[in-house]
């Protein structure tokens, strides 16, 4: 019997992970660099906190969640985002009182129940920032700096930002009449969807991918008209920030993203290379949340993208990565050829450089074609005589160059180590060296 794999849920094979990798070291470099600290939570939550957080009028609480009883009948839900989440962990710590102002960020899976296609998937891989304590407008212009710095130092280009602001609840109620007016006339022939949202939530019609409400769509009035005069501030001040900082946005007055916590600012990065999904990131700020899930007025702030999407990208743009490369490969002839090459091998790896034999005792022919795949830097050929003499020939497998250097593990460390390494690094790069 063979198991298939759960629709819309990927393996990640080590081939792709290597993309993976760099996309998650960059995130956690440039989160040391703006000062976000990493944040774990839990991939199971209680339903009611998705449904309060995110709002249950949205696509993601009605359709998307993967929801079941535990052995209690209580009822949990696999993430769909992580945003309420952080606001929960961030009530669970009691931070609300010892240590309001934080900055965070996270990476893992998340699950939604959408119909796979390229870049949209059940189980998906979320990288975000979240900012909270602050109403200030110079961390939304840092999360989005965050963002386009992010792009830029993995060398992602065709990207352009759209940008709003749906100001507070106040401003809502003018804005959902002006919106209520505006589709009076075409709801009937809208979808089922929207003709719901034209009662309960009209803002959601505008985040509708229906072609037949489009044309109808398109004319509607946009939010920033609508705000009061504290959001109107608050949104000037972000836009004046992003142009000093000369960051490039276009304002897209009816961008009112998927989650309902959002509030003021919100926006999404697009990518001309991803086609129909062609959000990578999206974002904004959410007052309302911690209220809404349970604890006092505190204001946050943040992005969350998707890695799948961001590694599309990368794979459109770059084609390939270098190949990982190992320190050395040992070739073992004969049983003590291959009994004392695997002791020095393990040896090394302890001293901190990446080494690898065959463990199928397969021909010297064959080892020495693995060797190459592995990319080795170097090779040691290990047989009787070798282990007799206690030396043998260390081959530098990019010039060929050969010499010979004692068996001591410390004696090859130390030879690989001062070695000059091809790739223009400074220093050997091994682990142990710690010179990369
Ligand atoms: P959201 O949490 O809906 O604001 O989405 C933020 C980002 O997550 C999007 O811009 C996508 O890059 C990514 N994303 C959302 N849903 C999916 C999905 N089903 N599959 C892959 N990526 C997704």
Not at 168 to 189: V, W
Not at 288 to 304: K, N, Q, R, T
Not at 421 to 435: F, H, I, P
Request: contains cysteine.
């Amino acid at each position: 019997m063979s198991y298939d794999r759960v629709r819309g849920m990927n393996d990640i094979l080590p081939e792709d992970v290597a993309w993976w990798q760099l996309v998650e070291h960059t995130i956690r470099g440039l989160s040391r660099r703006y000062n976000y600290r990493e944040i774990r939570v839990p991939i199971v939550e209680h339903t009611d906190l998705f449904t309060r957080g995110i709002g249950e009028g949205t696509e993601v609480v009605t359709k998307q969640m993967f929801v079941f009883p535990d052995q209690k009948g209580r009822s949990l839900a696999l993430r769909p985002e992580g945003t309420a989440s952080v606001a929960r962990a961030y009530l669970s710590a009691g931070l609300q009182t010892t240590a309001p102002f934080q900055k965070w960020y996270y990476l893992g899976p998340m699950f939604r129940y959408e119909k796979p296609q390229k870049g949209r998937y059940r189980q998906f891989h979320q990288y975000g920032i979240e900012a909270l304590g602050s109403l200030d407008p110079s961390l939304d212009v840092e999360v989005i700096a965050y963002a386009w710095t992010l792009m830029s130092e993995l060398g992602i280009g065709g990207l352009s930002l759209r940008l709003n602001s749906i100001g507070c609840p106040e401003d809502r109620e003018p804005y959902h009449e002006a919106l209520r007016a505006h589709f009076s006339d075409s709801i009937g022939s809208m979808c089922a969807d929207c003709q719901r949202r034209y009662e309960d939530n009209p803002l959601r019609i505008l985040d509708c991918k229906q072609p037949q409400c489009q044309p109808h769509i398109e004319g509607a009035p946009g939010s920033a008209e609508y705000l009061c005069d504290d959001c109107a501030e608050h949104f000037a001040a972000v836009t004046g920030m992003l142009d000093r900082l000369g960051l490039s946005y276009a304002i897209d007055s009816r961008l009112v993203r998927g989650l309902d916590y959002y509030t003021r600012t919100v926006f999404e990065l697009i990518s001309e290379d991803l086609g129909s999904q062609d959000s990578l990131l999206g974002g904004g700020r959410y007052d309302g949340l911690i209220e809404s899930v349970g604890g006092p007025s505190i204001p946050g702030v943040g992005f969350a993208g998707g890695m799948e999407r961001l590694v599309l990208v990368l794979q459109e743009r770059e084609k390939a990565l270098e190949p990982d490369r190992i320190d050395l490969f040992v070739a073992g002839l004969g049983d003590a050829g291959r009994k004392a090459g695997f002791a020095l091998v393990e040896t090394l790896r302890r001293l901190g450089l990446a080494v690898e034999i065959d463990h199928r005792g397969r021909a010297l022919r064959k080892q020495l074609t693995l060797a190459n795949n592995l990319n080795a830097r170097f090779l040691i050929v290990l047989g009787e005589d070798e282990v007799t003499a206690g030396t043998a020939k260390l081959k530098e497998m990019d010039s060929g160059e050969e010499h010979e250097v004692s068996l001591a593990p410390e004696a090859i460390f130390a030879a690989l180590c001062d070695a000059p390494v091809s790739d223009g690094r400074d220093g050997c790069g091994c682990e142990g060296c710690g010179s990369s």
